[in-house]
């Protein structure tokens, strides 16, 4: 296997050990840990590290070890925030939603609802995107198409917080058959509410920590 290729295998997983929260935000953890977790040397996995520090998954610190960051309550609020302005915007100007698109979309929540009935919290998450990203990359604006792909990949790992038990799960996947249902009837000030509406849920879940 080649240099790049590990280097980018190493990548991949070690972003999969962030969005996953396999360990806590804050954690140091050690190179030599993470080649052995991953059946690597060490060569490709600390010019992996050195990309996601880059991108703000992690910090290396020399002979000490690699942090895995966390994103703070505030700053996931403020992510909800931009998501929904943006998302809303995305939504409505897609329709008129093509009919044939709607088979698609009825596609993912029925992923959706096995996850949800095999208790796949994790699994939810990666198709809660895929639905989101549907119209973004429906609407065909690559600068926001680029933003929200980075906002989504930080925030997956702020959605286990989001998302605690089945209970949550199944009030997220309501939300996204709202969205659809709204998307469906061609009616603008139903799809804007129905996104708020959703987002919202993320914003109410993550002020449970705060509450008193």
């Known amino acids: 296997m080649k240099s790049g290729t590990k280097k980018d295998m190493a990548y991949r997983q070690i972003k ?10 804050g954690s ?7 080649a052995a977790d991953l059946g690597m040397s060490r060569t490709p996995v600390r010019e992996a590290l050195q ?3 880059n991108e703000g998954f992690v910090d290396v610190f020399p002979k000490r070890g690699v942090m895995l960051k966390g994103i703070s309550a505030e700053a996931a609020r403020e992510i909800l925030d931009l998501r929904a302005a943006v998302e ?9 939603f093509p009919k044939k698109s709607f088979a698609k979309l009825e596609k993912m929540l029925e992923v959706q609802r096995a996850c949800y009935e095999n208790g796949d919290i994790s699994g939810y998450l990666r198709h809660d995107v895929v639905f989101h990203a549907y119209f973004v990359e429906f609407y065909n604006n690559t600068l926001i198409t680029e933003i929200v792909h ?20 199944k009030t997220s996947h309501e939300g996204h058959r709202k969205i659809l ?20 849920f993320g914003k ?9």
């Open 16 to 25: 999969q050990m962030f969005l996953e929260r396999r360990f806590e935000p």
């Open 28 to 34: 140091m953890l050690s190179e030599n840990m993470i």
């Open 51 to 53: 990309i996601l520090q």
């Open 88 to 96: 809303g915007y995305v939504t409505v100007k897609c329709i008129p």
């Open 150 to 169: 980075s906002i989504n990949e930080r925030f997956m790992s702020v959605g286990f917080a989001v998302l605690r038990n089945l209970a949550d799960v």
């Open 181 to 200: 249902e709204a998307v469906k009837s061609g009616d603008a000030p139903r799809v804007w509410d129905a996104v708020y509406d959703h987002i919202d």
């Open 204 to 212: 109410s879940q993550l002020s449970r920590d705060n509450d008193p």
